[in-house]
């Protein structure tokens, strides 16, 4: 480490899990880490720091600036700023691919369909904030009732030959229809498929999608094909971006840096 470089830090407190991203000056990442977000945010946020400097070969004290974001930002009591989820994801989406994109978050508990132009402002965007069908809770849940571990619901959906369409939304009602297609005999690879098929539908449902189509979020980091079954439907390829778990951590890392540059810039303009 020089002494005059510069490191910033991207926190994203979900309601599933706590993400933590350390930055350079030239945006790299040079250490993350993600963990449960439990019940006690701070707590969680603070740990998933640690453990990202602790990868980066960094002290607290070596970063300039950090930014929160998601559900738990404001629990963050260290960081220096907040941004809203949805900027984080748009701003971390829109470094790796610099032109009009729609991204998509599928999170733990809401969906996000954002569309930026192609300098990066945000130009509309769809959040589902009633009901946790299509998210990652509605995954978590439907892998409970089936007693299959979360990690294995890829997997099967795979070995699908005829993904079944459940016509119900409400999370409630889809695991009293899956258990009834359990007793009518179908089979549970296509019972799985049925759920991820259930989760693209909500996303098309949200939103039109246009320009180039950017995933990020937990869902599709575990479950890719969520995005292919997304590809499929809307006849448009669907790519998955860099790191897409720490996506919005990371977004919001890259605003601890911009923060930083325009208040060295204003300390400047005032001397």
Same mark, same amino acid.
């Given at each position: 480490m020089k002494l005059d470089d510069?490191?910033?830090a991207g926190l994203d407190s979900g309601t599933s899990t706590t993400k933590a991203v350390v930055? *350079?000056?030239?945006? &790299?990442?040079?250490?993350s880490f993600?963990?449960?977000?439990?019940?006690?945010l701070l707590e969680s946020a603070e740990i998933a720091f640690e453990e990202a400097l602790k990868r980066a070969g960094l002290n607290r004290d070596d970063v300039d600036h950090t930014v929160a974001t998601g559900f738990g930002r404001r629990s963050i009591s260290f960081a220096d700023q907040v941004k809203t989820e949805i900027s984080c994801h748009a701003r971390g989406c829109h470094h790796y691919f610099p032109e009009e994109i729609t991204v998509i978050d599928i999170g733990g508990q809401d969906n996000k369909v954002v569309k930026l132009d192609a300098a990066g402002r945000k130009t509309s965007f769809r959040m589902n904030r009633k009901c946790a069908a299509g998210t990652g809770a509605f995954l978590e849940e439907m892998a409970y009732?089936? *007693?299959?571990?979360? &990690?294995e619901l890829e997997n099967l959906a795979r070995k699908s030959r005829n993904g079944t369409e459940l016509g119900s939304f409400c999370t409630v009602f889809t695991a009293t229809e899956v258990l009834d297609r359990i007793r009518g005999g179908e089979r549970l690879e296509d019972i799985v498929r049925g759920l991820f098929n259930s989760v693209a539908?909500?996303?098309?449902?949200?939103?039109?999608?246009t320009g180039r189509v950017i995933m990020s979020g937990g869902v599709v980091a575990?479950?890719?094909?969520?995005?292919?079954?997304?590809?499929?439907?809307?006849?448009?390829?669907?790519e998955i971006a860099p790191h897409?778990?720490?996506?919005?951590a990371f977004g919001a890392a890259l605003y601890a840096a911009e923060s930083w540059v325009a208040k060295l810039?204003?300390?400047a303009c005032n001397q």
């Amino acid at each position: 480490m020089k002494l005059d470089d510069r490191y910033f830090a991207g926190l994203d407190s979900g309601t599933s899990t706590t993400k933590a991203v350390v930055i *350079d000056e030239s945006k &790299g990442i040079l250490g993350s880490f993600v963990r449960k977000s439990g019940a006690n945010l701070l707590e969680s946020a603070e740990i998933a720091f640690e453990e990202a400097l602790k990868r980066a070969g960094l002290n607290r004290d070596d970063v300039d600036h950090t930014v929160a974001t998601g559900f738990g930002r404001r629990s963050i009591s260290f960081a220096d700023q907040v941004k809203t989820e949805i900027s984080c994801h748009a701003r971390g989406c829109h470094h790796y691919f610099p032109e009009e994109i729609t991204v998509i978050d599928i999170g733990g508990q809401d969906n996000k369909v954002v569309k930026l132009d192609a300098a990066g402002r945000k130009t509309s965007f769809r959040m589902n904030r009633k009901c946790a069908a299509g998210t990652g809770a509605f995954l978590e849940e439907m892998a409970y009732k089936l *007693d299959v571990p979360l &990690g294995e619901l890829e997997n099967l959906a795979r070995k699908s030959r005829n993904g079944t369409e459940l016509g119900s939304f409400c999370t409630v009602f889809t695991a009293t229809e899956v258990l009834d297609r359990i007793r009518g005999g179908e089979r549970l690879e296509d019972i799985v498929r049925g759920l991820f098929n259930s989760v693209a539908k909500r996303i098309l449902e949200m939103d039109n999608l246009t320009g180039r189509v950017i995933m990020s979020g937990g869902v599709v980091a575990k479950n890719p094909i969520v995005a292919e079954i997304i590809s499929e439907r809307a006849k448009k390829e669907v790519e998955i971006a860099p790191h897409p778990q720490e996506m919005g951590a990371f977004g919001a890392a890259l605003y601890a840096a911009e923060s930083w540059v325009a208040k060295l810039e204003m300390k400047a303009c005032n001397q």
